[in-house]
């Protein structure tokens, strides 16, 4: 009796641990949402562990590609506008953007300013359909604005040492566009993750539906007159 006792406590401990044990179905929303954050987790959470490293390994190189190229811009940045105070015989450093780019735009600051005085003069006659006529004020305004003369005049001296230094301008514009392209690599990885995700979870949900089950069966024999119990294994 106290052997019968022991391995009916034994089965029901067996039966207590296949239960807790058991696999719970996974969502594919919560799979899709994690991979959206960051791509391989909605894989890794569905247990699809080669599919989510590779993802992750994707995610990890595109950041690494990602923040390269804005150094590497960065670093044309500075050599363009070093070449630019070493070359063009302006007398100012640290100017801004708009700086630089007409000195890529003209040869000289003479053959801007030129265009600076049309566009004056022409807004000062009234050719250009303006809500105010423009006033002697504002044509003088407008120069003082506008023009660049003294340590901010240029003059390159050689065009190809000016076509150099639109090289250096479009290098740094060329890491910068590869930056973006990075940024629409990141967004295709999580696409492609969370399309593995939800396809991995219900890969997932599908198996653990057909895994072994346990249960407990327990009856009495009139003939014997003895109560019986049996533990069944499905597969």
Partial sequence: MKYKFLIIVLI???????????????????AALMSFAI????????KNTSSGVASLAAETLLWLGYFGFLQQAKWAENDYKKYAEAYSRTQITGADDLYYTLLQDYYTSEEYN?????????ALYGYY?????????????????????????????SKNVWYRYGELR??????KIISKFTIAGMLVNRLVSMIKAVHSVHLYNKGITKESSVSLNCGYDHIHQRFSLSLEKRF
Avoid: M
């Fill in 114 to 122: 030129n265009h600076v005085y049309l566009y004056a003069r022409n």
């Fill in 129 to 157: 359909n303006f809500t105010e006529p423009w006033t002697q004020e504002d044509y003088d305004q407008f120069l003082e604005e506008y023009l660049y003369v003294g340590e901010e005049a240029w003059n390159w001296g």
């Fill in 12 to 30: 029901l401990v067996l039966l207590s641990s296949s239960i807790l044990h058991a696999e719970k179905p996974k969502s594919k929303a919560l």
């Fill in 170 to 175: 479009r290098e740094k514009n060329k890491y």
């Fill in 39 to 46: 791509p391989g987790t909605g894989e890794l959470y569905a």
